[in-house]
């Protein structure tokens, strides 16, 4: 045992190792079908018994010696890990061509570790986000020795949780991502120069039209995913079918899920789990206060993971937990356990009120509120669900809130506590001046002291075809939510911020309805949001009695 082990074991509140001898043998070749070499560290203990503990696979195109702390922390408890360098990364042959590759090479490596001398006859997958998905590429058709999957921060459709979720292109996430996979593979110092500077390569490359060249302002090149990302916009796009992994879930191995609240992949990793669940499939979930690289989400992926593998590969068959699902419930910071997701709970709406006001109340006849959208000058996208570090989670929303372009709408102080707690919806009755625009709200907790921090955010994006208007050119919007668990607690007040914008936390709407790539037309327009007895606006909240 090393001494990074030892600190981080303690820091994830990991079970005693069972050895500290383990071995690593690096830069072993994969073979794929095509002839291309991957390569992988493979760590065991290294006085394993004749044929070897089970294995653990984690394939990654993030790099060997990034994640090897996690293949030693198996190790150390009783397994072999088998981590591996995607297809044109560090070291494996290819061209890194993101998700494509990974069902095709993912197979051919588990029949590779069947083949192996040190294979026992179980398997079982761990990692996050990309790590993850690498995972749902070979889950719907796995080998029988396939015996467990750890699922975490991911989800099995990459088009729908991360690139468009609500229609809306997630600019910021995708050029972080972007200059993060350009930039890794330098030495170690100019790697961590570029990381930091990866905030300020993103704000000015949000800003670059038309889309198609906000690559090049990010990594000074043309990135042929970026491109295909941009021009495959549509719903529905066939481009998407061999990199969509959650359509066949009759045989995916017992999976346990783990997420966070800010997570960009929050929305469809809960929908994974019910529709595994719905499926007839093992499953459990997990989630915590956490953003999307949250170490401290990331020590509960591998305590989970673990504790996952120990019941299901036969170590320790006695571990495990009394409910499917555990949620951490921000605001009483507490752990509850819950025997499905979502757990029952009594839709309560709050509507919106004339003078900014945010009440259980039906509301009475008053004018519509009117906000001014410039797509030159869009709203911040401060806070929610990013991929870049500074920018995501729970933040203060003073500079978006003074904004003009954003309606904010809060309730009385609260005379008790109010726990919310699952799938959250705003139905909006809205006038556009414009056939294209987005809709985006955010629900916030007001504490005492006036300070607004954000809890949940939805956003969709309008087209003509998306907008159903009445003879008063008034048109009706339902906009999901990321799942919550929040309680607001006594003298907190409830806010909803209503706006067309996030950017570029979402990208902003032109307004021109040019295709996405190539928009370069800035077209601003006047919103209104009614609230009056025929056109009840509200935020759908599903409270419970977790408080």
């Known amino acids: 045992m090393t001494l990074p082990s030892r600190v981080l074991a303690r820091l994830a509140k990991l079970p005693s190792a069972h050895t500290y001898e383990v071995s690593v043998e690096r830069d072993v070749a994969t073979k794929m079908e095509d002839g291309a070499v991957l390569l992988a560290d493979r760590w065991y203990p290294t006085r394993s018994r004749a044929g070897g503990p089970p294995v653990v696979l984690m394939r990654s195109p993030y790099g060997r010696r990034q994640v090897g702390i996690v293949g030693r922390l198996f190790a150390e408890r009783g397994y072999q890990v088998l981590v591996q360098s995607c297809r044109g990364t560090f070291g494996s042959d290819g061209d890194f061509d993101p998700f494509h590759n990974e069902q095709a090479d993912g197979r051919a490596t588990l029949e590779w570790i069947a083949g192996q001398p040190w294979f026992e006859g179980r398997v079982a997958t761990f990692g996050p986000s990309y790590l993850g998905l690498v995972q749902w590429a070979v889950a719907e058709d796995p080998p029988p020795y396939l015996k467990a999957m750890a699922l975490d921060v991911t989800a099995g459709s990459f088009r729908d949780s991360v690139v468009y979720p609500g229609g809306s292109f997630a600019l910021e996430t995708s050029l972080a991502w972007l200059h993060q996979v350009t930039n890794q593979e330098r030495p170690l110092l100019a790697a ?158 709050w509507y919106l009120q004339a003078g900014g006001r945010l009440s259980p109340a039906p509301p009475s006849a008053s004018p519509a509120d009117h906000y001014h959208y410039d797509p030159a000058d869009p709203a911040p996208g401060i806070g929610g669900p990013s991929l870049m570090a500074p920018n995501a989670g729970r933040k203060n929303q003073a500079a978006r809130e003074a904004r003009d372009d954003v309606l904010v709408y809060t309730s009385e102080p609260l005379a008790e506590e109010l726990t919310v707690i699952g799938p959250l ?68 007040q409830l806010r909803l911020q209503v706006s067309s914008a996030a950017h570029p936390l979402f990208v902003r709407n032109t307004g021109s309805g040019e295709r996405l790539a190539s928009a370069s037309e800035l077209r601003p327009s006047d919103h209104e949001v009614l609230h009056d007895p025929e056109h009840a606006s509200a935020v759908i909240l599903p409270v419970g009695g977790f408080g």
């Open 192 to 349: 961590l120069l570029e990381q930091r500077r990866t905030p300020r390569v993103v704000r000015k490359a949000a800003k670059v039209l038309p889309l198609r060249d906000a690559d090049r302002a990010t990594i000074g090149r043309h990135a042929g995913f970026f491109q295909d990302w941009l021009v495959h916009e549509e719903p529905g796009d066939p481009w998407w079918d061999p990199i969509t992994f959650d359509r066949r879930l009759a045989e995916v191995p017992p999976a346990s899920l783990v997420g966070g609240w800010y997570d960009i992949f929050l929305p469809r990793q809960v929908a994974d789990f019910g529709a595994l669940r719905a499926a007839g499939r093992e499953a459990r979930l997990t989630i915590g206060p956490w953003t999307h690289a949250s170490p401290a989400g990331m020590a509960e992926a591998v305590r989970d993971g673990l504790e996952w593998f120990d019941v299901h590969l036969g170590l320790r068959p006695e571990r495990g937990r009394p409910h499917p699902v555990r949620v951490f419930v921000m605001g009483s910071k507490r752990w509850v356990g819950l025997e499905d997701w979502p757990p029952p709970t009594a839709p309560q709406p």
């Open 425 to 492: 919806r705003a139905d909006l009755h809205l006038r556009s001046s414009v056939e294209h625009t987005d809709v985006f709200v955010r629900l916030c907790d007001v504490d005492q002291k006036g300070v607004s921090t954000n809890i949940a955010d939805g956003i969709v994006r309008l087209g003509p075809a998306d907008i159903a208007r009445g003879a008063d050119g008034v048109f009706a919007v339902a906009v999901d939510m990321w799942p919550t668990a929040n309680t607001f607690r006594r003298g907190h």
